[in-house]
């Protein structure tokens, strides 16, 4: 399973966490770190932390909303590439509680699924 945590560590990628920042995280790459928002779920934190990554894996230097759609789109395959079956049955709530996810992931995973 990808650890967005052990792959900023590998990538030298700083993490520095920040109470009351406005928006869930930030890549600011002139300074190799990622800014996460103090007190998120641990799942909310696992997602945007594998976003932010994402903006570093494409050199992102914006946020435009094609760069936000990139960086989803990665996180996405990092966090669900194992994953080749997705039951009827199954809620969009619980296939996220299951596989520790955000709905914007699943999201980003399913579009890029039906892109190909």
């Not at 996460?36 to 641990?42: E, V």
């Not at 997602?47 to 936000?68: F, I, M, V, W």
């Not at 039951?87 to 190909?116: M, Y």
């Amino acid at each position: 399973m990808f650890d967005p945590h052990c792959e900023a560590h590998r990538q030298h990628i700083h993490l520095s966490y920040i109470r009351g920042l406005p928006f869930r995280g930030l890549w600011m790459p002139d300074v190799h770190t990622i800014y996460l928002r103090h007190g998120m779920s641990w799942v909310e934190e696992r997602c945007t932390l594998a976003h932010e990554l994402g903006h570093a894996h494409y050199g992102h230097r914006d946020q435009s909303p094609k760069n936000e759609r990139q960086a989803d789109e990665w996180a996405a395959a990092q966090l669900l590439g194992h994953v080749d079956y997705y039951p009827a049955d199954i809620t969009v709530a619980d296939f996220c509680h299951e596989h520790d996810v955000t709905p914007r992931i699943l999201l980003a995973h399913l579009r890029t699924r039906k892109a190909s």
